[in-house]
């Protein structure tokens, strides 16, 4: 059952990452973008490590005005170290 957590979670991840990287591709082409609140959403529920990544290495809402992302994305972060935590509390490995 853990590894199925851990594929979904990762998965989940993934597709955080590529929202992320499919609006800072449609935002240089000029293109239709994914909302903010899509984006942040994905990032406070359970994304936060993806949506780091894609903040870090596509550069991606990285400006001074946009810094609520960041945060976002570290309330996910912290959001998963909490379910992850309540999970081995429940179901001890």
Known sequence: MTIYLLLTYFCWNCLVFICYAYDKWQAKRGGWRVPEKVLLRQAVFLGGPGALLAIFFLHHKSSSQKSYFR???????????????????FYPL
Do not use: E, F, I, Q
Not at 71 to 89: D, I, M, P, Q, R
């Open 71 to 89: 945060w976002a994305a570290l309330a996910g972060c912290v959001t998963s170290l909490l379910v992850a935590y309540a999970y081995s509390c």
